[in-house]
């Protein structure tokens, strides 16, 4: 026997069984015959039904509006033969019998998921239905929430199945209702992704994250971000996770946060960053853990204090907080490992020790988390002995450090004279040594270096490395240094010895993806910089250089160009790049604004000057062919 129809998402519509409509006269009627429909059967009180849509009335005046209303509904009714409304003198209850509600048969097909759910959600609950009371919506309000967010669930689950024109349409549907729907913006990405458009879904991010942007002044989470790059390096668009995102399952998930100078002097702030970072180089050495870049936890951690909050944003379930006090000639070092979804401390630890002796802490805390989280582990690593260098020479270095993450020339410059300071403090600091070559070879243009300072970058670079064999980060900078001295196969060596000891630092794995890519294993090498990015999710700007780099060498222009373009600041290099991708692509009007966008900014550039030592010949030849399809001069 057919039934009669009430639609409620989206609108409101309510049908006798052969289609017409029929009457409700006022929009109280309306609103009242949704509230008894969703209710259930129950009972509901006379007084509470009256102040729901005519609380501001007095209370007779009220029960009789509520009489006539349910007077009008039985009247709709009748022209279908139906009587659902059932009432006494003090409450009135609605039986569905005879009568098919789109809200419930939602709820049912949205439980196993499907198009069939996806076609039923026309838009939220009594869409365009105003001049509520507070009364009735503050039970609207939450219902709406409610059943967008099993619209959510059932569109995750259609975006995980392959493509889905019903899937696109209600993606669609919630983000006209809410513009800042992160979960939509990925559902719709992996649908775009799924019927063959790449291109839609890369938008789509642009989009996602440009409302972020506007309306709340933040990025987009990990999870977007890491689906994001999943799409642009073309590897397999992850679906949701359960846990913590990019974290491998089988490895506990752990962030070092930066450390809080609770005394409040500036002398502390650089020992704050050095301990934390000291830990995460530790905790880095060991593959039963899954690290996350010491760079992401510092963004995140200025963005909200929360640690739940943290952690789901990192994608890790265990934090290590950690606070810095001088109490006269000593200093006492606080160390948490916090699991960030329960917000419960596992361990805790506090040192109080002289200045001489603070650079032991880090190990001693490494250790003690390392054992908290798994109890039986290889400790070799760290009965290692570690000359300790001598404090104001590992002040020197972290602040030349943080000159040298500034870019500009004075920083670089200003790098080069701390690492020299630190050099001449204490002679046997190997990885003084290591960023006092590095330094010398930003300062001087990196491949375009003069020969004379790359070659002497390269001699202490390798005493670093003589000094001290198992340190991480000396591979690493002799690595880049041999890279750019063209040496990829001594580049190659030792970013592997970088990667064996400690295969979560980021840094180490986007240069062995560099080195891969100019090895000609390129699809690999893209690989290893997605590794990278998992590890280090709000990672510096140069990661994407370098993922830009490899997409252009596996001629995927458009992706390159992409991965360039989320670089913040673009000097002229970067724009020739982005030219190069264009011309590549066949959009050479655009590819000659760039041009001359870049000659603006370097007008002696010439691409015969452009040494690329770092490429080997038919991949530099390959920059260059882009460069002069661009327009740019010779």
């Known amino acids: 026997m057919a039934a009669c129809s009430l639609t409620l998402l989206g609108g409101f519509s309510l049908r006798a069984p052969d289609g017409a409509e029929l009457s409700l006269s006022t929009r109280k009627d309306r609103l009242l015959l949704a509230y008894l429909a969703l209710s259930r059967g129950r009972s509901l009180p006379r007084d509470r039904l009256a102040g729901l849509l005519w ?31 059932v009432t006494d003198r003090d409450s009135a209850r609605f039986r569905a019998d005879g009568l098919d509600i789109d809200v419930h048969a939602f709820e049912a097909a949205g439980a196993s998921g499907g198009e069939a759910a996806a076609r039923l959600y026309r838009g939220e609950l009594l869409d365009g239905l105003d001049g509520l009371t507070p009364e009735f919506e503050a039970w609207l309000v939450p ?28 993606a669609q549907c919630l983000l006209s209702r809410d513009r800042l729907c992160e979960p939509a913006y990925r559902a719709l990405m992996r649908l775009h992704v799924a019927g063959g458009d790449r291109p839609a879904a890369l938008k789509l991010y642009d989009v996602c994250r440009d409302v972020l942007k506007k309306e709340l002044g933040v990025a987009p989470g990990l999870q977007t971000e890491t689906l994001y790059r999943d799409i642009l390096t073309e590897r397999p668009a992850s679906v949701e996770p359960s846990a913590a995102p990019g974290a491998p399952s089988d490895r506990p998930s752990i962030a070092v946060l930066p450390f809080e100078n609770l005394s409040g002097t500036p ?67 606080t160390v948490r490992l916090v699991e960030a979804p329960t917000r419960a401390q596992q361990w805790g630890e506090a040192y109080d020790i002289s200045l001489a002796d603070i650079l032991a802490v880090p190990d001693k805390a490494t250790g003690a988390i390392v054992s908290t989280l798994q109890a039986r582990v290889e400790m070799s690593l760290l009965n290692q002995a570690r000359r300790k260098p001598k404090l104001v020479a590992y002040e020197c270095v972290l602040r030349g450090i943080k000159h040298l993450r500034g870019y500009g020339t004075e920083n670089n410059r200003r790098a080069v004279e701390l690492f020299q300071q630190a050099v001449d403090l204490d002679p046997d600091y190997a990885i003084a040594r290591a960023y006092r070559a590095f330094g010398d070879v930003v300062l001087h243009g990196y491949a375009d270096a003069p020969t004379e300072i790359l070659e002497a970058a390269h001699a202490l670079a390798a005493s670093a490395c003589d000094l001290d064999p198992d340190d991480a980060r000396c591979h690493w900078i002799m690595s880049l240094v ?95 790049r982005i030219a190069g991708c264009l011309a590549q692509e066949g959009r050479l009007d655009q590819a ?31 920059i260059r062919e882009g460069l002069r399809k661009a327009g740019l001069p010779d």
């Open 267 to 333: 002398d502390l702030d650089h020992l704050c960053t050095g301990i934390a970072e000291d830990i995460t180089t530790g905790l880095g050495r060991f593959k039963l853990l899954f690290v996350i870049d010491r760079h992401s936890s510092a963004t995140i951690a200025r963005q909200t204090s929360d640690v739940a909050e943290i952690g789901r944003r990192l994608g890790v379930v265990y934090l290590v907080q950690g606070s810095l006090q001088k109490l006269g000639d000593r200093v006492r070092i």
């Open 482 to 576: 041999q890279t750019y001295r063209g040496d990829l196969r001594s580049a190659e060596q030792h970013c592997r010895r970088a990667f064996a000891l400690n295969p979560n630092d980021a840094n180490t794995v986007v240069g062995y993806g560099r080195i891969l890519g100019r090895i000609g294993q390129i699809e690999e090498g893209i690989d290893r910089i997605r590794d990278a990015m998992r590890l280090n999710p709000f990672h510096p700007d140069w990661y994407w250089v370098n993922l830009g780099s490899l997409l252009y060498m596996s001629r995927k222009y458009a992706e390159a160009g992409e991965a360039f373009r989320r670089v913040e600041h673009v000097d002229y290099w970067l724009r020739c």
């Open 143 to 170: 219902e709406r929430e409610r059943l967008a967010g099993i619209a959510v669930r059932v569109l995750e689950r259609l975006s995980e199945n392959g493509s889905s024109a019903a899937g696109e349409r209600l």
């Open 592 to 622: 000659k604004e760039a041009a001359a966008e870049a000659l603006r900014l370097r007008p002696d550039f010439r691409i015969g000057n452009l040494a690329l030592r770092e490429w080997p010949t038919p991949q530099a030849d390959h």
């Open 55 to 85: 609380g501001d009335r007095g209370e007779t005046q009220a029960r009789d509006s509520l009489r006539q209303s349910l007077a009008a509904i039985r009247q709709a009714f009748r022209q279908a033969d139906l009587d659902p409304v």
